[in-house]
């Protein structure tokens, strides 16, 4: 079984400081993806990575940055927390190939930004 | 990605089969239908997709019409675990580039005993 975990299920921090969500896939995955979900809004795209050292930026980078430095683990970065990136965010990982859009997601991680 | 329609919300007795209808009026030839859910307080979860045939497999099944403008997801026996927000989504397969899933607000399916 694809196993797809994230570091921490809640988490809370104060605005301005420094947040890091990590990810990591046991399945040799080439395509990693950071989500976030918010009511109404369905999952939104922040950034993804086909490999490792590459990112692309998604629908909604402002305010994140992201870090592949292993093929296993994907960092999602805030450099300066706000209120409005209280969020639940999602990973997820697809293998490149016949099934690539397939997509495998971790349990998220539900922020609050006080 | 062509947008998809689903109604907001259905009610299914357990053991009973669930029908989740989508409608994609505007998808194009080369395009899949993908359903994914999402159990509360859970990442979502791949289902089922297709083409034009219709598709099952040990969780779903999945209805495509001839025009493809639709399709209904089928699970055959709901159960409890069943209860969930079921997202239809259409997407190119296999395409390169921004490789993300556009998920709508899909339908909560609340299976009752």
């Known amino acids: 079984d694809v196993k797809v975990t994230q570091s921490s299920r809640y988490l809370v921090k104060r605005t301005g400081e420094k947040v890091f969500l990590e990810c990591v896939q046991d399945?040799?995955?080439?395509?990693m993806f950071w989500y976030r979900q918010d009511p109404g809004l369905g999952l939104r795209l922040i950034y993804f990575?086909?490999?490792?050292?590459?990112?692309e930026k998604g629908d909604i980078p402002e305010g994140y940055s992201v870090s592949r430095e292993k093929k296993e683990r994907f960092s999602l970065i805030l450099e300066s927390a706000s209120t409005n990136q209280t969020s639940m965010y999602l990973c997820?990982?697809?293998?490149?190939?016949?099934?690539?859009?397939?997509?495998?997601f971790g349990p998220g991680t539900r922020l609050l930004v006080l | 990605d062509a947008k998809t329609t689903q109604p907001p919300s259905m009610d299914c007795a357990e053991g009973r089969a669930a029908n989740l209808p989508c409608n994609h009026s505007?998808?194009?030839?080369?395009?899949?239908v993908y359903w994914y859910r999402q159990i509360h307080s859970q990442g979502p979860q791949y289902i089922i997709h297709?083409?034009?045939n219709n598709e099952t497999n040990e969780m779903a099944s999945l209805i495509i019409t001839e025009d493809r403008k639709s399709s209904t997801l089928i699970l055959p026996h709901a159960t409890l675990r069943d209860t969930a927000v079921y997202y239809c989504?259409?997407?190119?397969?296999?395409?390169?580039?921004?490789?993300?899933?556009?998920f709508g607000t899909g339908t909560r399916l609340t299976v009752i005993p």
């Open positions: 989504i259409v997407r190119v397969f296999g395409q390169t580039g921004a490789n993300n899933l556009f």
């Open positions: 997820a990982s697809s293998p490149r190939g016949v099934l690539q859009e397939t997509q495998y």
């Open positions: 990575s086909y490999d490792v050292k590459m990112k």
């Open positions: 297709g083409l034009k």
């Open positions: 399945m040799d995955h080439e395509n």
């Open positions: 505007t998808i194009s030839g080369n395009e899949y």
